[in-house]
């Protein structure tokens, strides 16, 4: 294993790309992901989760156990949108409906 | 790490950065910045990150978001490359009957120089050959665009240590007072000492201004994301409520909900998105989706920056807003001209914490 070692295989980021990371001062795997995109792909950190939290670890002297897992989000794995959207109108709000004219409310909350 | 600086800013999200850095390419300041977590754990780090000016309103706000959208190419030189990219913002509008509100929108738009675009569905469909053919038309802008928020946050804080600023991360303010003149910061890792302070807390910019004795007037409002697989390029420009990233993935969003800081996804508001995606794009329904994120925004009661000296509060000065990263480049330099004792390049007196009635001690 050295430097260049695959850690996550969705995004193909390596121990060095994690360890530059860890060197600007981040201890935990979400703000690691945010610097790298490590755990950002198709897998979302079901693989690469617990080898980024032992190279904190191992790099910081942090116990295993102190270092926060990335918090589970919906689809838990790939969906299609269609799947997702069923068969409803949106109610999401346009942003056009933002641009408000003199007068009128600003940020109208509609949802 | 050092007690005694002659500034310290609370908060290393896009706002508190972008003040750091540019107060430190003077290089005749010590300071510190600190953040109770690491930058990018909050608002700054889930964003769809559009540089978006276009229909900001009134057109004093969007011209300060024009001005700011100016200093990126500048800003860019200086601290490297953020992936900034004026694609042009599209705004959809599915009625025919808005079109009268988008023309009047132009036209007081145009007052302050930014230049607005009405577009008829063919026009739009032009631009944008994947939009859906059920829009009526849209509002249209070269101003607009986006920006990579983790390199520019990454960038805002590596050129900031370069110019001899310090940081401290995962390293909650529990308390802020004033003895002789000086600001004490009792921090988790001890008491901070500095001649100036600056909150740029964003969501929690409440809490940071009750250890003060001030109220600041914002709402949280959480927003929901939904991101695809990688894409091939199909969508060129920034479109109010979708964009495509440089790696292929799209996202989109615009789901508005006060629920306190609470960064979940939720199924509904995601099935919602997931709709509103095919609404704008339907050759979306075929794609997958990877991922989810939800971000709070930093929403003034009134819309509007809230920037300046803190009242009553000698040397304490506040930057929260909604639209960070539109509006960073101009809030730092602003805030530099400020605390530097100048005079700021546009008048910061309608932004002041004055301005809400509701202003009162609260200590």
Redesign the interface.
């Known amino acids: 294993m050295d430097k260049s070692t695959i850690v996550c295989r969705c995004e193909e980021i390596n121990i060095d790309e994690i360890e530059s990371a860890i060197n600007?001062?981040?201890?935990?795997f979400?703000?690691i992901k945010?610097?790298t995109r490590c755990g950002?792909?198709?897998c979302?950190a079901k693989c690469c989760m617990n080898l980024v939290r032992q190279i904190i670890s191992d790099k910081t002297g942090q116990p295993l156990h102190e270092i926060r897992p990335p918090?589970m989000?919906?689809?838990l794995g790939?969906?299609?949108?269609?799947a997702?959207?069923?068969s409803?109108?949106?109610?999401?709000?346009?942003?056009?409906g933002?641009?408000?004219?003199?007068g009128e409310t600003?940020?109208e909350?509609?949802? | 790490m050092k007690k005694s600086y002659d500034v310290i800013v609370v908060g290393s999200g896009v706002v508190g950065s972008s003040i750091t850095y540019h107060l430190s390419e003077e290089r005749n300041k010590e300071i510190l910045s600190i953040d109770k977590?690491?930058p990018?754990?909050g608002t700054s780090?889930s964003t769809q990150a559009w540089v978006w000016v276009h229909?900001?309103?009134?057109a004093w706000y969007g011209e300060l978001n024009m001005y700011s959208a100016e200093l990126y190419s500048f800003l860019e030189r200086k601290i490297g490359d953020v992936e900034y990219k004026r694609t042009g913002g599209i705004?959809?509008?599915?009625s025919e009957a808005?079109r009268e509100?988008?023309l009047?929108?132009a036209e007081?738009q145009a007052e302050v120089g930014i230049k607005v675009e009405v577009l008829s569905r063919d026009e739009v469909l032009e631009k944008e050959p994947s939009l859906s053919r059920s829009i009526a038309g849209?509002?249209y802008s070269k101003i607009d665009g986006n920006v990579n928020p983790?390199r520019l946050i990454?960038l805002y804080?590596r050129a900031a240590r370069k110019n001899g600023a310090k940081?401290s991360?995962?390293n909650p303010v529990m308390d802020i007072t004033k003895e002789n003149g000086l600001f004490k910061v009792t921090t988790q890792d001890g008491d901070y000492f500095s001649n100036q302070l600056v909150l740029a807390g964003g969501p929690w910019s409440k809490s940071l201004g009750k250890l003060l004795g001030i109220d600041v007037p914002i709402k949280q409002v959480r927003g929901q994301i939904?991101v695809?697989?990688p894409l091939r390029p199909f969508l060129s420009h920034t479109i109010?409520?979708v964009r495509q990233a440089d790696n292929g993935e799209v996202l989109i969003?615009?789901?508005?909900?006060?629920v306190g800081y609470d960064?979940?996804?939720?199924?509904d508001?995601?099935?919602?998105?997931?709709?509103?995606?095919?609404?704008f794009v339907p050759a979306?329904?075929?794609?997958?989706?990877?991922?989810?994120?939800s971000g709070i925004r930093v929403?003034p009661e009134?819309?509007?920056p809230i920037l300046g000296g803190i009242p009553g509060i000698e040397k304490g000065y506040i930057a929260a807003m909604?639209s960070g990263i539109t509006l960073s480049p101009l809030v730092g330099t602003l805030m530099t001209e400020l605390l530097s004792g100048g005079e700021t390049s546009i008048d910061l007196e309608r932004y002041s914490l004055n301005r809400f009635d509701s202003l009162q001690s609260i200590g």
């Open positions: 600007l001062g981040a201890r935990t979400n703000d945010r610097l950002m792909g198709p979302q918090r989000r919906v689809p790939v969906t299609r949108m269609g997702l959207a069923g409803q109108a949106s109610s999401v709000t346009s942003v056009f933002e641009s408000t004219e003199e600003v940020h909350e509609k949802l | 977590d690491f990018l754990s780090g229909n900001k309103t009134p705004a959809p509008f599915f808005d509100k988008a009047r929108l007081k849209a509002t983790f990454e804080i940081f991360f995962y939904v695809t697989e109010g409520g969003g615009y789901s508005k909900e006060e960064l979940r996804s939720t199924l508001i995601v099935q919602d998105t997931a709709r509103m995606a095919i609404d979306l329904e075929k794609v997958n989706v990877v991922r989810c994120f929403m009134d819309g509007f909604h």
